[in-house]
């Protein structure tokens, strides 16, 4: 098992960064790619971007260039870095862990675990 819990949300002005953590505990953390997705108020739940254990990362189009993803295996912690914040970025935040290492990391239906999410309010 492998337990999540991620941090950091809030409520910010459209243009300001924040960061979002998520601690893991439980199983080897480094085994694992890790993932973000996010559920914006009456919308399916999105793919935002992921971190394989070697650290390479996808983005949805949506969030290129302006969200980073990183990873410290050593704190078992995944990292969203969200700049450049949009009103429509406003959603709950969810990390997840996968033991897929492949493309299979694109699609929240390959995740084994999650998180309880946390919200994000980016006010215009």
């Known amino acids: 098992q492998v337990q999540l819990v991620e941090s950091g949300g809030g409520l910010v002005q459209a243009g300001a960064s924040l960061r979002l953590s998520c601690a893991a505990s439980?199983?080897?953390?480094?085994?694992?790619?890790m993932g973000w997705f996010r559920q914006p108020p009456g919308k399916e739940r999105e793919f935002v971007g992921s971190i394989k254990s070697r650290g390479s990362t996808y983005y949805a189009d949506s969030v290129k260039g302006r969200f980073i993803i990183s990873r410290d295996n050593a704190k078992s912690t995944v990292y969203l870095q969200m700049n450049s914040l949009k009103p429509e970025d406003t959603a709950v935040y969810y990390c997840a862990a996968t033991f897929w290492q492949s493309d299979r990391v694109l699609n929240s239906n390959n995740y084994q675990y999650w998180g309880q999410g946390t919200q994000v309010t980016v006010s215009s």
């Open positions: 439980g199983r080897t953390f480094s085994n694992y790619a």
